[in-house]
């Protein structure tokens, strides 16, 4: 019989040898099972052609104070207004609060637009059947070009389309974004499709439709309506619509439900629902992103909506009441300037006080000017939707 530490030594040198037994394959599977697998990163392919996003977290990211392009960077700083009922384009110096000009341009112009390049601003003359083109550079309005029903103008996010919203055609008109030349005419059920936002990898938009109360999603590349929905309020009239900073939600402002409805734009499922104020209307998000400008139209009111706490924080009483409509916020982020529609007057708020800095008599029914130049690579259309 072995010692006690001699049998001890025997087994430890037979381990040992067991251990030195071991293949190079069995170690290098050892090795490779010690280290974990990379985490595989989800990249967002974005819209073909369309610049890269700046920030996921932040669609807006662009859009800081003063951030002009170079394109746009000796543009004069302009205010300008259409007058829907005087068939004309007040032109507004935002340092005096006077105006400057007033061009002529067609019948019964909605918006004004920037183009996707930022050279070009487009009068919306919905029924004289035109998109009247501004030199930003000069002011000075040139040749008008034919288009049937423009009551809203938006680009695709990579440039290649302009898209005419045709409101009483019933239709989404593809266009070239230079020429306005039709390339594919997308026919809708809804009535009255009049604004819309892009996601923010650009492959979809959702599309408001003010007469029948809906709500579409279209496929950008392939320009086709992929979704549509009936909002849960009878007599809906839905206007404007923003994305969240994230790029997960969008909001539509609702003048006849008094507030907007909030829908998951991955989903396009059941929305819900935020009141705001009697003829909800515009939004416009501050140069921060952190908060969303709210025109009230029917009480004179602008709420204020906070995207980190999803709420509404304050709203703001215009002195003596007005009708506030579309807009748009100035480069430096400071002054929000509104069209009041019923009531042939511009509004120029402060956005840190709510404080009104001017009340500026216009035409008759002014309605979706476009305060310009603003910060941004490129624009969306509307008013001035910047990424």
Known sequence: MKSRPAFVALLLAAALAACGTQSEDQKTEATKAAIPAPVKKTVSQGLPGMPPVLDPKDVYAADRPNRLSPVVKDFPSRVYVPNTESDTVSVIDPKTYKIVDTLHVGRQPQHVVPSWDLKTLWVNNNRGHTLTPIDPRTGKAGKPVEVHDPYNLYFTPNGKYAVVMASLDRELAFRDPHTMARIKTVPVT??????????????????????????????????????????????????????????????????????????????????????????????????????????????????????????????????????????????????????????????????????????????????????????????????????
């Open 190 to 387: 809804c009535y009255g499709v009049n604004h819309a936002d892009f996601s923010l990898d650009g492959r979809y938009f959702i599309v408001s439709c003010e007469f029948s109360g809906e709500l579409l999603k279209v496929d950008t590349e392939k320009m086709e309506v992929v979704g549509q929905q009936k909002l849960p309020f009878d007599g809906a009239m839905p206007q404007d619509v923003k994305i969240s900073p994230d790029g997960k939600r969008f909001y539509i402002a609702d003048m006849m439900a008094d507030g907007m409805w909030i829908v998951d734009g991955k989903t396009f499922g059941k929305p819900e629902f935020l009141p705001t104020g009697k003829g909800c209307h515009g939004l416009y998000v501050s140069r921060d992103s952190r908060e969303m400008y709210i025109s009230n139209r029917g009480e004179g009111t602008i709420s204020i909506f906070d995207f980190t706490q999803n709420k509404l924080t304050k709203k703001w009483h215009l002195p003596q009441g007005g009708s506030p409509d579309m807009g748009g916020v100035s480069a430096d982020g400071k002054v929000l300037w509104l069209s009041g529609r019923y009531d042939a007057e511009v509004y120029a708020i402060d956005t840190s006080t709510g404080k009104q800095l001017a009340r500026i008599k216009v035409g008759s029914g002014p309605h979706g000017l476009a305060v310009y130049p603003q910060p941004g690579r490129y624009s969306l259309g509307h008013t001035g939707i910047f990424r």
